[in-house]
């Protein structure tokens, strides 16, 4: 299986939506996906999402089925009046998770985090749980760090969620402290990043990235790439 994690396209936040080039984005995106082909096609239920998976679904004939777990994770990860404003974790300047002298483990990352009386540990067990949840459903059973093949399948599944919750959810596939992925990696606006469930074995498989953050369709479309979600000198 691939799985496919695509952030939404440039957002208008304050109406949940898309600004006007990011419809131009997601009708790259649609068209570079529909080249290959998709087998199915799920969606945060947040509107910025729907509206980007929206024209893929069209051109592929296909329905998009909405997974709640998989919205932003705001304000699960809201840190009000923090030391830099009102922000998501996950956008916490990264001197601050990584100025341990040992680096986190996948184990022991939250005990770099600096703010108090704070359940992210709490949040990142539930999306694990749900992530789970849902790759059984796709016929991947997790044991431990790997998978069990219950149904296994060479199927392209396209899942259009958001940034902050994409960086988390890899964290959990590639098993990595997911201080050092918020921390070290960025999801552009539309961009695809693909696991293929490496199986070399009748009953195991192994997330492997193959792809992070491709925006090869919005250089074929002569679009530029937004910044949304770097807070500070992207040009």
Avoid at 110 to 124: M, S
Avoid at 207 to 227: F, M, Q, T, W
Wanted: glycine share 6%; proline share 6%; with cysteine.
């Amino acid at each position: 299986m691939r799985l496919y994690i695509i952030r939404h396209a440039d957002p208008d936040y304050e109406h949940d939506t898309l600004t006007e080039d990011g419809h131009k984005e997601a009708q790259a995106l649609a068209k570079r996906l529909a080249s290959h082909g998709l087998d199915r096609i799920y969606c945060s239920p947040l509107g910025r999402a729907i509206d980007t998976a929206r024209y893929t679904a069209e051109l592929l004939g296909l329905e998009y089925n909405i997974e709640h777990w998989t919205k932003e994770l705001w304000p699960e990860l809201a840190l009000m009046a923090s030391p830099w404003g009102d922000i998501i974790a996950t956008d916490v300047p990264g001197e601050v998770y990584r100025c341990e002298n040992e680096m986190p483990t996948h184990e022991n990352w939250h005990r770099c985090l600096a703010i108090k009386d704070y359940e992210l540990q709490k949040v990142y067990e539930k999306l694990k749980a749900d992530s789970d949840d849902f790759l059984k459903r796709q016929g991947y059973e997790r044991e431990g760090g790997r998978y069990r093949c219950i149904s296994p399948n060479e199927d392209q599944v396209a899942v259009f969620c958001h940034g902050g919750f994409g960086l988390t959810w890899l964290a959990h596939l590639l098993e990595i402290p997911v201080t050092l992925v918020w921390s070290g990696f960025w999801l552009p606006p539309s961009s695809v990043t693909t696991i293929l469930f490496d199986q070399r074995s009748t009953d195991w498989a192994v997330p492997r990235c193959i792809g992070l953050s491709d925006v090869s369709h919005l250089y074929e479309a002569r679009l530029p790439v937004k910044p949304s979600g770097i807070i500070a000198n992207f040009w």
